[in-house]
């Protein structure tokens, strides 16, 4: 069954805390991607990255991190550095090629922070 | 700065009457447009892009590259579109694309 898998599903975190989301995918897509979901504020970047032991911010990178160490997996890092860590976070995958363009959603995680 | 913009939060219309969602667009070059859609216990998926020049479901959108908008349409709705759509702009290349805040829209019976 292929697609991209977000574990967990649900998350609880004391403030302080650093936890991390895990994101696979068995597309073989070369790009992934971390977004945060907010009520009202649409999807924003986090990170992505287009290769393997490559990766960028995207608009709001600040208290999180990434690692890109195998094609298939893209785990984010929530640091207690994130101000305000309570979100649906959401990963996708796709290949890289002009006229493509489409995105591939995971289930998300929602972090909540006590 | 890239932005993209959907005016309405929610859109409640009766089925069978016509949809339009709006989207205006800032994006520096020339940004390939999508539209997303998000129904109940779904996973967001690509619902139509602009390059294509399809039809899904019955929605078509429009580019107006003076205006910068891409609209989305439908001339009849159904029940069973009701979810939430998110307007995107971006590139293929990078894969990166600025997702507007969405719009819920809802088909009464």
């Known amino acids: 069954d292929g697609g991209i898998t977000q574990s967990p599903k649900y998350l609880f975190r004391k403030e302080g805390q650093n936890v991390t989301l895990s994101c696979e995918q068995n597309l073989n897509h070369d790009a992934m991607y971390w977004y945060r979901q907010d009520p009202g504020q649409g999807l924003r970047l986090i990170y992505y990255s287009q290769i393997v032991n490559d990766f960028q911010k995207g608009d709001i990178a600040e208290g999180y991190s990434v690692s890109r160490e195998k094609k298939e997996s893209f785990p984010l890092t929530v640091t207690s550095a994130q101000k305000n860590p309570t979100a649906f976070y959401l990963c996708a995958s796709s290949i890289l090629q002009v006229g493509t363009g489409e995105l591939f959603f995971g289930e998300g995680s929602r972090l909540t922070v006590l | 700065a890239q932005r993209v913009t959907q005016p309405e939060k929610l859109l409640s219309v009766f089925k069978g009457a016509p949809v339009e969602l709006k989207c205006n667009y800032s994006y520096s070059g020339s940004p390939e447009l999508f539209w997303y859609v998000q129904y109940s216990r779904q996973r967001l998926q690509l619902l139509l892009r602009?390059?294509s020049r399809e039809s899904i479901k019955g929605f078509t959108a429009d580019l107006n590259k003076g205006e910068t908008s891409f609209h989305l349409k439908k001339p009849f709705a159904q029940e069973e579109d009701s979810a939430m759509y998110y307007c995107?702009?971006?590139?293929?290349?990078?894969?990166?694309?600025?997702f507007g805040q969405g719009t819920t829209l809802q088909v009464k019976p």
């Open positions: 995107a702009p971006g590139s293929s290349n990078t894969g990166k694309l600025i």
């Open positions: 602009h390059i």
